[in-house]
């Protein structure tokens, strides 16, 4: 059995019942499934199958738990355990888009959390609706982008996620369409390894209303997963990217196992793998490991 079917519960107990119902659901379908193999009982199991393919296995999976609020991703078993992880930063890692924060600043929050939305969901031009947001902040006091850092929130599971992972060997990068001031707070923080972001342009100690170019948006994103698995003579094989924008979409089809985060409909659509219910201790269960294996 070379395939995984990962079962991860959002919210409450993920029953035996529930389990054995997919297992059963899988060998009505002509598969073969495993006893189930319990990463956090109650919450997180993993069935192995074979005799199906894993986007058959899925999909029946799905038919078979209907509303219920548990996440299913199915994926080989080789190269399971990754040994990069690239990561978007805001509505993944955290909670925030933090132009929408600074929009408070000007009243215009309600207007740029529309085109962010947008740009976001794929409907409008990634780099234009960068401009014409950054453009209305034009005379924003720096002072007001190291308050802003107060409001960030970091996501559930974000902290165990990173400290899991580079204790286990592996590299951690934060790539964002958002800016450095940001990101280098949240790399320090939560101990990524590196981070890329858009630098706002800065004169007399207020913001011009321009990005440095160059802007870097969804290719930048994708490069540096290549750039740094040639660096560290990494297999794209194992490397898990998480993102929630049609910006991450590159970078998602490029890494190993791509997975959309509580993320718009066109990357939920699009993605190898979705997490919907859980937090970010999803993409630990997905990768092998245990409840005993996560580090707080």
């Given at each position: 059995?070379?395939?995984?079917?990962?079962?991860?519960?959002?919210?409450?107990?993920?029953?035996?019942?529930?389990?054995?119902?997919?297992?059963?659901?899988?060998?009505?379908?002509?598969?073969?499934?495993?006893?189930?193999?319990?990463?956090?009982?109650?919450?997180?199991v993993d069935l192995r199958f074979g005799g199906l393919d894993c986007r058959d296995a899925l999909d029946l999976a799905y038919e078979s738990i209907e509303d219920a609020p548990i996440d299913a991703v199915a994926q080989p078993d080789a190269n399971r355990r990754k040994r990069m992880l690239i990561a978007d930063m805001e509505s993944t890692i955290i909670e925030n888009e933090m132009l929408d924060e600074l929009a408070d600043e000007v009243d215009l929050r309600e207007h740029i959390s529309e085109i962010t939305a947008r740009a976001m969901n794929g409907e409008i031009d990634f780099y234009d609706a960068m401009r014409e947001r950054v453009g209305l902040l034009a005379g924003l006091s720096e002072d007001v982008l190291e308050q802003s850092k107060e409001k960030i929130r970091f996501t559930p599971g974000a902290k165990a996620l990173v400290a899991t992972m580079r204790a286990n060997g592996a590299y951690c990068a934060l790539v964002s369409g958002g800016f450095t001031c940001y990101t280098g707070f949240v790399r320090d923080t939560l101990g990524f390894d590196m981070d890329q972001a858009n630098r706002l342009e800065l004169e007399d100690g207020k913001l011009t209303g321009i990005v440095t170019?160059?802007?870097?948006?969804?290719?930048?994103?994708?490069?540096?997963?290549?750039?740094?698995?040639?660096?560290?003579?990494?297999?794209?094989?194992?490397?898990?990217?998480?993102?929630?924008?049609?910006?991450?979409?590159?970078?998602?089809?490029?890494?190993?196992?791509?997975?959309?985060?509580?993320?718009?409909?066109?990357?939920?659509?699009?993605a190898g793998a979705r997490i919907d219910h859980v937090d970010m201790t999803a993409l630990l269960y997905l990768q092998g490991y245990r409840d005993e294996d996560i580090v707080a």
């Open positions: 059995m070379d395939n995984i079917l990962t079962l991860i519960a959002g919210s409450g107990r993920l029953d035996e019942s529930a389990v054995s119902h997919v297992q059963a659901t899988l060998l009505g379908a002509g598969g073969s499934v495993a006893a189930p193999d319990w990463l956090s009982y109650g919450k997180a170019d160059p802007i870097l948006g969804p290719d930048a994103k994708r490069e540096r997963l290549l750039t740094l698995c040639a660096e560290r003579t990494i297999p794209v094989e194992a490397t898990i990217a998480v993102g929630d924008g049609a910006n991450d979409l590159d970078m998602l089809a490029e890494a190993g196992l791509g997975v959309a985060y509580h993320a718009k409909p066109v990357v939920a659509r699009s």
